[in-house]
């Protein structure tokens, strides 16, 4: 499977993300404009930067604009599309299969929620997208899936229904159980769900979901 990670400028654990492109080792890697500076820390280097480079620290973009091997896009400040958009949309005209985003949480929250909101561009294209950090793996999807104990993300699974409503919802294997409901919008109900048999189900028709595994701060 093609992979591909791209690093975006919010919050960025190096531990964290050396961690993910030592797993994955990726097809490729892109660095949306500030998302450079993990790169320039930790001695790494991205096969593409993009962006308008206006939140960028000088010294890193300076260093990688000197690096050869570097494939550059620089964007116009005045466009529609945040950075992060564009690099996803570079990694799917690339040929990604799955991507990973990382480096787009952190304190502003209008980027968070924008981000959150790219994963349809997954949806839309049919190339998974899952947005991770240290504490959090969100995806957004609009059919069922599994899940196994082994292999989760973290302690907790959040439903969040991305649409007005998400029909027919059957939740197995899970510590609080659903059958056949309509999860809709202005409620909690699908928030700190838990996995207690060695796989768990979710299945639903009709419908977007946000699938949230989390585990708390340290």
Known sequence: MKQIVVVSGGAVCDAFADRI????????????????????RSGKKPDVIIGDFDSVKTEALSYFRGQPDIEIRELVP???DTDTEA????????????????????????HVLGNIELLGIGLQSGVPIYMCDENNRIRMTDHGMKLR????????????????????????????????????GFCSLGVSNEIVDEEAEIAFDGGILLVIEARDAC
């Open 87 to 110: 690099a996803i949309r570079l990694a799917i005209s690339m040929g990604a299969e799955e991507i990973t985003l990382l480096g787009a949480t952190g304190s502003r929250l209008d």
């Open 149 to 184: 104990r082994d292999g989760q993300f973290g302690t907790y699974v959040s439903l969040i229904p991305y649409t007005e409503q998400v029909e027919h919802l059957t939740l197995t294997g899970f510590k609080y159980p659903l059958s056949d409901a309509c999860l809709k």
């Open 21 to 40: 492109l030592e797993e994955i080792k990726p097809f490729a890697v892109i660095a949306a404009d500030s998302g450079m500076e993990y790169f320039y």
């Open 78 to 80: 005045e466009k529609d």
